[in-house]
């Protein structure tokens, strides 16, 4: 699972088209609202913030303003990034809510790289690249790893033609461990893949099978094992905690086994019910209004029990969702770039980027997208250029997540004091024992770190704050 709809670093996929979703609201709403007692249960709808402001306000008729991004050369300083979304499964979980597919043949596949490579070659004479390599690459899905050696070997071929990565930092592919034969992971090492991101998500075969994962428990440590013979840079693994029958006692035997297999880091998400789930499908049908998941004080606390177990075992906590083996080599380039402004070039169906300034997400349906291309368009569907406010409360939300944030780099990127800006959220986080400031840091202690994402939309502007998120 990627970042900008998730992930192991933050990725940009199609989100749910949901409202704003407040598991539970207390004393950070604004003025004059009434407060409610805590909603503990699990209920359908996007908890995670992936981006601001809401995709809601992205527009189609403000397609015009990536379009003039593109034509203007890139600000000074600024990394480059590619995404590339590949929508392509053996099955769609029940809890998925990015734009995958499960019905296409090779030929629908390859039309699809195809037209991949040709979006890449419109954008690559387009004066915002100006001259720049890409410093970061990410492979989200989707599953990349369903393409087969052949396809990925053309699809890296033609993209480094286009746009050389002579300067890539990292290059992220994220896998699912039933797709990784032997010889498709070296052939992942030869390709440059810098860190594996193995969509583990749980070991028991029987939770893996009710919530709609392709794999199963066996292939998680075959594929594990090859990889780290392999050698690569940095292995992720991805867990959910909180999924449809999880207990207790397969939650902590998840945590022992992924110690066991010590990869360089961990990310863990919990569990939540987007509005076009099969999950939320199936509660709308049956009329129930909580899913059929853990509670959120339960997954919180679950995390917190893993993290802790983690950090025992020598992990540092790195942000609200991730634990790394070793701080000073293990780094996410990818979220911490796009999370400080990066341009971000998204390639694919549903993806999403950044440009010069101004957010935009591509045609949402597999048919526009193509036809887009083969008309020598690009599959644009939205777009938004956020104010500097906007961008400044965007930076300064994601870079939250990581629970420590500098007060100097907001005064002299944006010329604000994040301390008087946000005076009144900082003092109800404060009061509430979530976290606080001082001269130079605001920061999270763990309580607020495993709930960061209900506490943001209190640093929203008032018109965001209760809007359709997606």
Known sequence: MSFHGKGATGAPKAPGTSDRFDP???TLLPSGQPVNPPIEETKAGNYFVSNYPPFSFWKPERVCEVEAAMNRPPQQGVPLGVYLHIPFCRKRCHFCYFRVYTDKDSGAIKAYIDAALQELA???????????????????GGTPSYLSEKQLRGLVGGMRQMLPWDSVEEVTFECEPGTLTDQKLKTLRELGVTRLSLGVENFSDHILDVNGRAHRSKEIGRAYAYAKELKFPQINIDLIAGMVEETEANWKDCVLKTLEMAPDSVTIYQMEIPYNTTLYKEM??????????????????????????????????????????DKQKTRFIYRDRLWAGADLLALGVASFGHIGGTHYQNQHDFDPYIKALASGNLPIY???????????????????????????????????????????PLQNLRDLGFGGANGSKVFLNRDGLLQVDRLLHEFFLPEHRNARYA
Do not use: H, N
């Not at 419109?122 to 989200?140: D, N, V």
């Not at 998941?293 to 029990?305: F, G, I, L, Q, S």
């Open 382 to 424: 939205r777009a938004l250029t956020p104010s500097d406010q906007e961008r400044f409360i965007r930076e300064f939300i994601l870079q939250l997540k990581l629970g420590a944030l500098d007060v100097g780099y907001f005064q002299k990127k944006f010329g604000q004091d994040v301390l008087k800006t946000f005076a009144k």
């Open 122 to 140: 419109l954008y690559s004479r387009k004066p915002f690249i100006g001259g720049r390599q890409p410093s970061f690459i990410y492979f989200g």
């Open 284 to 325: 709308r049908e049956t009329g129930k209004l909580v899913a059929p998941v853990a509670d959120w004080e339960t997954k919180r606390r679950w995390v917190r029990e893993a993290f802790e177990q983690l950090e025992a075992a020598g992990y540092t906590i790195a942000s609200a969702y991730t634990a790394v083996k």
């Open 24 to 26: 539970m609201k207390t």
